[in-house]
């Protein structure tokens, strides 16, 4: 299982991943209050204090990324969740499918479509 996260037109690069709740959330095992967020000075503390076992905890993934955007900007962060055989296959075939201008808007165009299609046979009104 792999993800992988990028600002949507600036492909050159993916974020970094926190994948420890615990650097997030800290001691609250309810996930409601990111106490280890609002205690770290950067992103980089965060990455940094990441626990290396992974096991027997919540799966979890965070795109890390700092940005400061004048009023009325927008910055659209990308997320793909998916499963690779192996890493060659996530390296060599997967990232540079998804990293390919345009991948997101017509994989969102294709599930739109899906949905509407499974959809349009149980349409049903109703009159006042």
């Known amino acids: 299982r792999f993800v992988l996260s990028y600002i949507e ?3 050159e690069s993916l974020l970094p991943i926190i994948v420890d709740p615990d650097a997030i959330f800290g001691q609250d095992t309810t996930l409601r209050e990111p106490f280890g967020f ?10 940094k204090n990441q626990n290396e ?8 993934a965070f795109a890390a990324v ?22 060659n296959q996530l ?8 990293l390919k201008p345009g991948f997101v808007g017509k994989k969102y165009l294709q599930a739109v479509n899906l949905v509407n299609r499974l959809t349009s046979a149980v349409k049903s009104s109703t009159k006042n």
């Open 9 to 11: 037109d600036e492909t």
């Open 38 to 47: 609002k205690k770290s000075k950067s992103i980089k503390d965060l990455l």
């Open 91 to 98: 390296n060599d075939d997967i990232i540079q499918k998804v």
């Open 66 to 87: 700092k940005r400061s955007l004048p009023p009325g900007h927008a910055v659209t962060l990308v997320e793909i969740y998916g499963h690779a055989i192996n890493l």
């Open 53 to 60: 076992l992974k096991a027997s905890k919540t799966p979890s």
